[in-house]
């Protein structure tokens, strides 16, 4: 089975901090994500990541930044934490191109982030 | 602006029923469909895949697509209270004849099941 875990389940940070929310799959997914889901904004895209220290921006990606120095990690950085980024943090990966189903992403239990 | 449209419900079901839920999308290109199950405060979990036109059958779940009305479903069967969840619709974001490995999320149907 596909294992995505998430470094902390529930986070609570102040104005200013700096964050580091971390995912590590274990499955040798060549294609991770992070998204972020709000109510009545569904699931967002914040960035993406083909390869190590490959990146590509999401649909939201002012005021995060990404990091994957290794294959099974991919790290989200909140360069300076601010109230209307409290959300749930989720993170997904997929399998290798070239497979049937590359695309089925699977995901991490997701951080609760609260910034106060 | 691609976009999977979904009907937020709730969409209440008796148990033992058949739940349908339905899913549109814009991209024609889109090859790839996906229906997530979230239970509240969870993260969204791969329950079906469907790639052809026509039926998939797994257990009580069945996906249909139909690509020429750009429209998938979800059915249900013998419906349980621990069904009731979000139901989220995803559809591969393609971009011309590639497939960019990124999907295209509806906003979920909230399904409820009654005892």
């Known amino acids: 089975d596909v294992k995505v875990t998430q470094s902390s389940r529930y986070l609570v940070k102040r104005t200013g901090e700096k964050v580091f929310l971390e995912c590590v799959q274990d499955m040798d997914h060549e294609n991770m994500f992070w998204y972020r889901q709000d109510p009545g904004l569904g699931l967002r895209l914040i960035y993406f990541?083909?390869?190590?220290?490959?990146?590509e921006k999401g649909d939201i990606p002012e005021g995060y930044s990404v990091s994957r120095e290794k294959k099974e990690r991919f790290s989200l950085i909140l360069e300076s934490a601010s109230t209307n980024q409290t959300s749930m943090y989720l993170c997904a990966s997929t399998h290798s191109w070239g497979r049937e189903g590359f695309d089925e992403q699977f995901f991490g239990p997701g951080t609760r982030l609260t910034v106060l | 602006q691609k976009e999977v449209e979904q009907n937020s419900g709730p969409l209440s079901v008796p148990e033992g029923a058949i739940a349908s839920l339905n899913c549109t999308y814009s991209d024609r290109g889109s090859q790839s469909f996906f229906w997530y199950r979230q239970y509240s405060g969870k993260s969204p979990e791969l329950i079906m895949s469907?790639?052809?036109?026509g039926d998939k059958e797994d257990g009580r779940f069945t996906a249909q697509l139909n690509k020429a009305s750009q429209y998938v479903s979800l059915l249900i069967r013998d419906s349980q209270p621990s069904d009731s969840a979000t139901y989220l619709c995803?559809?591969?974001?393609?971009?011309?004849?590639?497939?960019?490995?990124?999907?295209?999320f509806g906003q979920g149907t909230t399904l409820q099941v009654k005892p």
């Open positions: 469907i790639y052809s036109n």
């Open positions: 995803a559809v591969n974001d393609a971009q011309g004849s590639g497939n960019t490995g990124k999907l295209i």
């Open positions: 990541s083909y390869d190590v220290k490959m990146k």
